[in-house]
């Protein structure tokens, strides 16, 4: 490692703070380059290369956000309730609603298939940075530079694609300093096996969300098939008969969704001061929305129940997230950190040019706040199959390499079963979601712009959006179809009056778009010079920002203190029943009629859920936890309220995942579900 003479002095600080920052658990690692010296050092484990296969090739990504594991070499995979919620809310009808009364299949014939759920096992991992920086030159303007990015990415992923026939992305690592290209064994026949009440998968509803002690089941098991038979699988996980013990380290793999660990300070203030304010106002907006249709039935309840606690997971989180930044101490030490690298930069000739990244993002983060809020705000999700229809009959026209990543060849099969999933659409939601985004629409661009007026076409938003839907025949999977075959002729001579408002907003969405892309490219390039700033004064041994890949976090299973009071590390089953009585007479505090039924044969000791260091983030959810031996001890389902402020910083004083222990799951599955099918099956 290059440390030149001249900022030793100035580097001493520097590595103070990473030499006592690396005592905790911090890093989200690539599979590829796992911190094996650390693991060695601190907990005289050292992973061994086939260890590390057999947990990446045992995990599976969930196309709806979230992460799982195979459990069996005849397809059985293993991830949270809330996950699995997507799918299970659109299999439930108003005659049998699974998100209420659960579900469990005896046998092969009676699982539920999902109607547009896919499920990735990463097989692969490849470096292509040189391939992608060789091909964006400091000549370029930013134009050039999104162009011709974009089409080499393209250029790999369809390569990758048509070699192998797995699906393949390029990921951004270090803000820009690497790429790796990810492929993947995709699996699009996957059906529902089991899923518990939400009364359990949920025990305290939002009330103890992001909260410990923990309760909760937040569990389900669904079965990958291929050429209409269980798929065969060879890396699955082992059952581990005990789980872990108090001070145990535990490993989680899974698909941590996004962090900003890198960014700079300006760019965090602009998330603390604008960014995250505006993103939590939207979503008390929706959740209020989606509250307020519930109260029109019980029916309108369910159908709106998915998208609600989505709405509120996500308000919460983001209200941990700011709570974080607001934090004066997090603050200083992330300054005092960014000072001290570029006191060491600048003192060095050769990294000092790298300097000018800061003043980069400070550019783009004030353009960032230029924007936003402009733009259009109309959306639903018959819309957005309209503007989804619009946009790919234009992109199709230009060579994949010129299209947005998203209608690029590559990626086309994914981009069709959700275009043409048979998922129930319910028009009074969607009319509802589009009269409140025609809305904010016109609170945000004001009633008497151009486009605000376009969009109305003389009505108000409620009237407007009941036109809209009166009108549109892109409920049916058909119809879309044959607008998708018919390309940009079909488009020009659509009469549904959706597919007409996409064409009328659409020119917005992409000036707006292009604007995101130029500044997107430009923070790439800037954060790229950080990262080469990063590794000259700090090393190579660090792990990038969460990426919606997969990862490595580990740590002890081990309490805390919070407000004078030691946290133990473990709930038991007993203890749901003792939350129940202590907050009788609550709605989110009534377990299931299963579990009172076999409360007397329940071992009411076996852990239930447990606590760790491992750093984790949004999209860990359904991550597996495994021991040393690489088995089964657990299912992480949430962070507790003090991590959330992981999107931007790590800390193991307070901060803790929160998982379900294994025997848990094991013990439900036998004692109240009469699952012993599945249970024979775990490990096998």
Partial sequence: MFRPLVFLSLLFGVMMQISNYAKADEGMWLFND?????????????????????????????????????????????????????????????????????????????????????????????????????????????????????????KIEKSALDETGLKSTVTTLYGGGRYHLYQYKKYTDVRLVWAPETAIAFFGGDADNFEYPRYCLDACIFRVYEHEKPAKIEHF???????????????????????????????????????????????????????????????????????????QNSRKARLGMLAGLQDPQVLSDKSAAEKDLLAAINADPKLKPLASAWQTISETTAKRAEQLGKGSA????????????????????????????????????????????????YLDLDQVLLADSIAKTLEQRGFDDSLSQEILAGKGPADRAAELMSGTELLSVENRKKIAAGGIDAIKDSKDPLIQLA??????????????????????QAYAKIAEARFAVEGTSSYPDATFTLRLAFGPVMGYEQNGQQIPAWTKIGGAFEHEQKHQGQADYVLPASWKKAEASLTKSTPFNFVSTADIIGGNSGSPVVNRAGELVGLIFDGNVQSLSGNYIYTDKQARSVSVHSSAIREALQTVYGADGIVKELGK
Avoid at 125 to 148: H, L, P, S
Avoid at 381 to 399: C, H, N, R, S, T
Avoid at 504 to 523: F, G, K, M, S, Y
Wanted: glycine share 6%.
């Fill in 503 to 524: 064409k009328i907003v659409n020119p917005e969405v992409r000036r707006v778009r292009t604007i995101t892309d130029q500044l997107d490219e430009q923070d790439k």
């Fill in 237 to 311: 996980l082992q059952w581990s008969e005990t789980g872990p013990k108090e001070n145990d380290v535990a490993f989680v793999a899974g698909n941590p969704g996004r962090t900003s660990r890198i960014f700079t300070m300006d760019a965090i203030k602009f998330q603390r001061d604008l960014s995250l304010p505006y993103v939590m106002n939207s979503l008390r907006r929706r959740e209020i929305l989606l509250q307020q249709y519930g109260l029109r039935g019980p029916e309108q309840v369910r159908r709106a129940r998915d998208d609600l606690f989505g709405v």
């Fill in 34 to 154: 796992l911190p094996t010296k650390l693991l060695k050092e601190r907990y005289g484990f050292e992973p061994s290369r086939a260890w590390a296969e057999h947990l990446m090739k045992s995990c599976v990504r969930f196309n709806v956000g979230g992460s799982a594991s195979f459990i069996s070499s005849t397809g059985l995979v293993l991830t949270n309730h809330h996950v699995g919620s997507d799918t299970l809310y659109k299999l439930s009808t108003p005659e049998r609603n699974i998100m209420d009364v659960g579900f469990l299949a005896q046998s092969n014939d009676q699982e539920l298939k999902a109607p547009d759920l896919e499920l990735n096992q990463l097989v692969d991992i490849k470096d292509v940075t040189a391939e992608i920086q060789g091909a964006v030159t400091d000549e370029m303007t930013t134009e050039q530079a999104v162009a011709a990015r974009r089409a080499i990415i393209a």
């Fill in 378 to 425: 109309v959306n639903s999700q018959l819309f957005g199959i309209a503007l989804e229809l619009v946009q790919m009959a234009e992109e199709d026209q230009k060579p994949s390499g010129e299209r947005l990543p998203q209608f690029a060849d590559a990626g086309r099969e994914s981009l069709l079963q959700q275009l043409y999933s048979e998922a129930p659409i």
